[in-house]
C-alpha cells in the first residue's frame, strides 16, 4: 500500500465533501487515514476547526479507536485473529511462528511489516483468520500470511 | 444453451480461494469452447464445503465441494456441468444432510441468488413484506412484529415489537432506525453474511421498521473488519435508490426513507447499543448510562429503533407471511429461528438455521461433525467472548434463551465455538480478562480495573501461588464486575471466567499443564 505525503490542502480536500455529516468527527478521522494511511497531528486541529469542536474531542476519538493510527502505516500489515475461535485451531502457535519467522513481535511498529493483533473477521468456521493488506485469509498458516 | 454456474463471493469463500476457482472455470470453459455463466452468489452458510461449485440441471442445483483451483480441470473432465460424478460430487444442493436439516426462514434467500440482483431478490419472495407494510398502519406493523415473538438476535433478546411500540409512540420531530452490525463476537458471522449473500433483505427489514415508527433516517453501523460487507451494502443501498425502494417515497408510498452505512473503527464495546450510537455520532465509543432508553432519545436524542442484524432481517418474512407462521417455531417464549454460527475447531462449521430448541449435540455432532482435529471435544463456549463455557457432559441442553439462561449461560448472538482436548480453560478464562481490558470503554471502573486485576489473579492461580484464596477473591471480583458493570461488556465479562471454574475445575488448581 502507498500513501501520498501528508498535506493540509489535500486533507482539506478530503474533509470538504463532510462538510453536511452529523456527528462528523470519527468519519472525518477515518476519511483523513483513508487518504494518508494514517492521522497527521496537524489534522487534529484542521478537523477541529473545519467542523467547530474542540481539538479535545477530536483527539479523545482519535486516541479511543484501534483503527485509528498517528504514525504513517507500514508498507505490509499482517492481522492475525487471536480471538477464541481461531485460539480453538491454534492461532496463539500461528502468532509465534510468524513472530519467530519475521523476527518481529505482535504489535510492535515497524515501517516495513507489522504483526498486529486482532478480535475476529468473521471467518470463524475457517480460523484460523488473518488479513493481510487488507485481503482476508482463511485457514490461515505462516506460509500463507507471510508469502 | 449456456449452463449456469454459481460460485461465491463471499469473502470466506474467498479467503480459501473462490475467486481462483471462479477464473479458472471461466478460462476453462473459454478453452473447452463451453457456454457457461457464471453467477457469483453468496454462501449457502456451509463454509466447510467452500468452494462450493454448484451447476444448474433439470435435476435442480449440483453441488460440488470443497473445490480447490486444482480441481477445475478434472470436474471440465468429469463433465460436472452435466452432474457428472467425481470424488468431490455432493448431488442435489438441497438434499444434502446438512442442508436439509435446517429451516430457513431469515436465511431464506442466502446463497441462492446473486446478492446485488434486485430482480432475483423479488423472484425470491423480497419485497413481498415491505409491499405489504406500506398499505398498513404503523401500529399493525408493530402488532405483528410484536405477535410473531421476534426477540433481539444481538443478544439481549429483548421483544423487538415492544421496542418498536415506544419509538411508535414517541412524539419527534425525526426519529432514526440503526441497525447493529457491529458484529464483533468471536465465533459469530451471521451479520456478515446476511449482509454480503443477501443485502436487501437488511434493507427491507430496515424499511419496514421505518414505515412502523415513522423514521425517515436510517443507519447502519457496520464494523471496519468487515471491508467486503460494506462495500456490498453500499452497493445494494445505491440500487435500493435507483429502483425507489429507498429515498423519498417508499415503494411509491407517502414515506421516506434514507440509508447510510456508518463504518465502525474497531472497538468491540461499540456492540453495545449505546457505545455504537456515540459512535455513530462520531464520538468516543463510551456506554451512556440507562434510562433515557434509546427508544425514547437515542441517535442525536432522538427516538430510535435499535436492533441487530438478523432482528431486522427477520422482519421481512414476519410481515410477508404473518406472525403466526413465524410462532409457530420454537420453545416457551423464544419463537421463531435462530441462526447458529458453528465455529472454532470444528470440522463442519457455518450457518445453521432452525428452531429453537434444538439441542446443542444436535448442533455440534449432527451438523458439526464434532471436532476439526479428531480429537475429543473438550469445551463448547457458546454466545461469544462473554458467554459461557460448557463442558461435553451438557450437550443435552436445549437452545433457547431461557433454557441456555437456566445452564448459566447465555444464547448471545449465536455463535458456537468448539475446544477439542488441547485447550486450558484457566487460560481462556485469562483471556476473557485480558481482552476485557483491552475493550474496556472505562466509564465504569469494575470493569476498566477489574478485568487487569482479574487477568492477573488468573495467571497467579495458573502459577500455583495461593490458589484457594485466589480463587475465592476472583469469585469476589467476578461478583463486583456483574453488579457493578454499566454494560454487558463488565458485566458479563465474568460468564466465561466462572462458567470455566464451574465446569472445568481440574484447570484451576495451580499444578502444571496437563
Known amino acids: 500500500m502507498s500513501f501520498p505525503s501528508w498535506s493540509i490542502e489535500e486533507a482539506t480536500r478530503v474533509l470538504s465533501p463532510l462538510k453536511n455529516v452529523q456527528g462528523p468527527v470519527l468519519i472525518a478521522l477515518q476519511a483523513v487515514q483513508e487518504r494518508f494511511g494514517y492521522v497527521h497531528e496537524d489534522a487534529v486541529g484542521l478537523i477541529a476547526e473545519t467542523f467547530n469542536v474542540s481539538r479535545a474531542d477530536v483527539h479523545g476519538v482519535l486516541t479511543y479507536y484501534h483503527d485509528l493510527r498517528t504514525a504513517p502505516a507500514p508498507a505490509r500489515c499482517i492481522q492475525i485473529c487471536v480471538a477464541e475461535a481461531c485460539q480453538a485451531v491454534g492461532s496463539r502457535e500461528l502468532v509465534a511462528a510468524v513472530e519467530k519467522k519475521l523476527g518481529k513481535k505482535i504489535d510492535e511498529t515497524h515501517a516495513d511489516v507489522e504483526i498486529k493483533a486482532a478480535y475476529c473477521f468473521g471467518n470463524c468456521a475457517l480460523s484460523p483468520a488473518a488479513m493481510v493488506d487488507g485481503e482476508l485469509v482463511g485457514r490461515a498458516t505462516v506460509e500463507k500470511v507471510t508469502a | ?288 448510562s440507562k434510562p433515557p432508553l434509546p427508544a425514547i432519545a437515542g441517535l442525536f436524542g432522538k427516538p430510535t429503533i435499535i436492533n441487530n442484524v438478523l432482528t431486522l432481517a427477520s422482519v421481512p418474512a414476519v410481515i410477508a407471511d404473518g406472525a403466526a407462521a413465524y410462532a409457530a417455531r420454537g420453545t416457551g417464549r423464544s419463537l421463531g429461528t435462530q441462526v447458529f454460527q458453528l465455529a472454532g475447531n470444528i470440522a463442519r462449521g457455518g450457518i445453521i438455521e432452525t428452531a429453537f430448541g434444538v439441542t446443542l449435540e444436535t448442533l455440534v455432532n449432527t451438523f458439526g461433525g464434532g471436532t476439526l482435529s479428531g480429537k475429543p471435544l473438550r469445551a463448547i463456549q457458546i454466545g461469544g467472548p462473554l458467554g459461557a463455557y460448557f463442558n461435553s457432559s451438557q450437550l443435552g441442553v436445549s437452545m433457547d434463551y431461557e433454557s441456555l439462561a437456566a445452564a448459566g449461560g447465555m444464547l448471545g448472538h449465536g455463535g458456537v465455538v468448539l475446544f477439542d482436548d488441547s485447550v486450558d480453560l484457566a487460560q481462556q478464562a485469562k483471556f476473557a480478562m485480558e481482552f476485557c481490558a483491552l475493550e474496556s470503554c472505562g466509564k465504569c471502573t469494575p470493569c476498566r480495573l477489574g478485568s487487569t486485576r482479574g487477568a492477573e489473579t488468573i495467571e497467579k492461580i495458573i502459577s500455583g501461588v495461593d490458589v484457594p484464596a485466589n480463587k475465592l477473591l476472583l469469585l469476589d471480583l467476578c461478583e463486583v464486575m456483574t453488579d457493578g458493570s454499566l454494560c454487558a461488556m463488565g458485566g458479563l465479562t465474568p460468564l466465561p471466567v466462572k462458567s470455566a471454574m464451574n465446569n472445568f475445575p481440574e484447570d484451576f488448581t495451580g499444578g502444571a499443564k496437563k
Open chain 2, 1 to 288: 444453451m449456456s449452463t449456469i454456474i454459481y460460485i461465491p463471493n463471499d469473502s470466506a469463500a474467498i479467503s480459501i480461494g473462490a475467486d481462483q476457482v471462479a477464473a479458472l472455470v471461466a478460462q476453462e470453459a473459454v478453452k473447452r469452447s463451453l457456454d457457461v455463466t457464471i453467477v457469483r452468489n453468496g454462501t449457502r452458510g456451509a463454509l466447510w464445503l467452500e468452494t462450493l461449485v454448484e451447476v444448474v440441471t433439470p435435476q435442480g442445483r449440483i453441488a460440488y465441494g470443497p473445490v480447490q483451483p486444482e480441481d477445475v480441470s478434472s470436474l471440465f473432465d468429469a463433465d460436472f456441468l452435466h452432474g457428472g460424478a467425481h470424488p468431490l460430487a455432493l448431488g442435489v444442493t438441497d438434499q444434502i444432510a446438512w442442508f436439509a436439516g435446517q429451516d430457513r426462514v431469515t436465511y431464506k434467500r442466502v446463497g441462492l441468488i446473486d446478492p446485488l440482483s434486485l430482480k432475483e431478490y423479488e423472484s425470491h419472495g423480497g419485497l413481498v413484506g415491505l409491499r405489504k407494510a406500506i398499505t398498513q398502519s404503523g401500529s399493525d406493523i408493530v402488532a405483528e412484529v410484536t405477535a410473531s415473538g421476534l426477540r433481539g438476535r444481538g443478544g439481549a433478546g429483548f421483544p423487538a415489537g415492544i421496542k418498536w411500540k415506544t419509538v411508535l409512540d414517541a412524539q419527534a420531530d425525526q426519529k432514526y432506525v440503526c441497525c447493529n452490525a457491529d458484529e464483533g463476537d468471536s465465533g459469530t458471522f451471521a451479520d456478515r453474511i446476511l449482509i454480503e449473500a443477501d443485502p436487501f433483505t437488511l434493507i427491507e427489514g430496515m424499511a419496514i421498521a421505518a414505515v412502523a415508527v415513522g423514521a425517515t433516517q436510517g443507519f447502519v453501523y457496520l464494523r471496519s473488519e468487515y471491508p467486503t460487507a460494506i462495500r456490498r451494502l453500499r452497493d445494494a443501498i445505491a440500487i435500493a435508490e435507483g429502483a425507489g425502494v429507498l429515498g423519498t417515497s417508499v415503494l411509491g408510498s407517502k414515506h421516506a426513507f434514507n440509508l447510510e452505512v456508518r463504518v465502525g473503527a474497531g472497538s468491540y464495546v461499540c456492540g453495545e447499543e449505546t457505545a455504537m450510537l456515540e459512535s455513530l455520532e462520531g464520538k468516543r465509543g463510551v456506554i451512556r
